[in-house]
């Protein structure tokens, strides 16, 4: 028998495909490409959760840069790619990085209240672009 999800695991899941629509307009912030862009969490969904809707958690990246680089790539088997990348975002983003490491430092655990947090990001997405509007004001299928 299939479990039903949670309404805070709907409300997370919303999000998600939120901000996959939002990052497919995007250009990855490292070659410029807009071809299959997604947005990367640089701090991980996995241990940073409340950040996981925060746009400045967020840097567009087309495929070769996300995943699948062999000199510069955030994720990675080769660690030397992983490392060029952060050096990318020292030199290109340094307001960025300084405040991701004070995040990281002061980061608490609590519980995650989903539909908040996804309010919150069509508020912000509606302050960032105008772009973001023609996503918002699509009908939800979620």
Sequence with gaps: MRRQKSNNARWRDKGDKLLREYGQ???CAVCNTDQHVCLHHLLPK???GRYRFELWNLIPLCPTH???GSHLSAHNENLLCVERFWQF???RYPTRLAL???KESQYT???IHWEDLYKKLVKDLKKVTPAAQNV???PSTA
């Design 25 to 27: 307009g995007q250009r």
């Design 46 to 48: 996995s241990r940073f």
């Design 66 to 68: 996300h995943t699948m």
């Design 89 to 91: 975002l020292k030199e």
């Design 100 to 102: 991701l490491r004070k």
């Design 109 to 111: 655990v609590s519980t």
């Design 136 to 138: 918002l004001d699509k």
